[in-house]
């Protein structure tokens, strides 16, 4: 799979708009438990994110790409750990990109 160009970047919000589409996503991980973890998107809004996590820990915040399966919900494919903190430059840009003001850079 080609995972440099998921079909869009986006965040909770607009989740429902691209069930059976791939997805590229960024959480905040709130609790994981067999292969179920749910997290908080860049929106503030709670997303399930299904499949195998990696067998290291997750850290605090989460990239995701995977299939839309549900209106607020994934099967994820890749998981990449992202960190335990940002600084807040960095998180204002992740918030605007997942919030579609530079979207074309995604898609």
Same mark, same amino acid.
């Given at each position: $799979?080609?995972?440099?160009? =998921?079909?869009?970047?986006?965040? /909770?919000?607009?989740?429902? $708009?691209?069930? /059976?589409?791939?997805?590229?996503?960024?959480?905040?991980?709130?609790?994981?438990?067999?292969?179920?973890?749910?997290? !908080?998107?860049?929106?503030?809004?709670?997303?399930?994110? !299904?499949?195998? =996590? =990696?067998?290291? =820990?997750?850290?605090?915040?989460?990239?995701?790409?995977?299939?839309?399966?549900?209106? !607020?919900?994934?099967?994820?494919?890749?998981?990449?750990?992202?960190?335990?903190?940002?600084?807040?430059?960095?998180?204002?840009?992740?918030?605007?990109?997942?919030?579609?003001?530079? !979207?074309?850079?995604?898609?």
């Amino acid at each position: $799979m080609n995972t440099s160009n =998921p079909a869009v970047f986006v965040n /909770g919000g607009l989740l429902s $708009m691209y069930v /059976g589409r791939r997805v590229r996503t960024v959480i905040q991980v709130l609790r994981s438990e067999r292969g179920v973890v749910v997290g !908080k998107s860049t929106d503030n809004m709670e997303l399930v994110v !299904k499949g195998s =996590p =990696p067998s290291v =820990p997750l850290s605090t915040f989460v990239e995701v790409i995977g299939i839309a399966d549900g209106e !607020k919900s994934i099967r994820a494919d890749i998981w990449t750990n992202f960190g335990d903190t940002f600084d807040v430059n960095s998180y204002n840009q992740l918030c605007q990109l997942a919030n579609g003001e530079f !979207k074309h850079l995604f898609i």
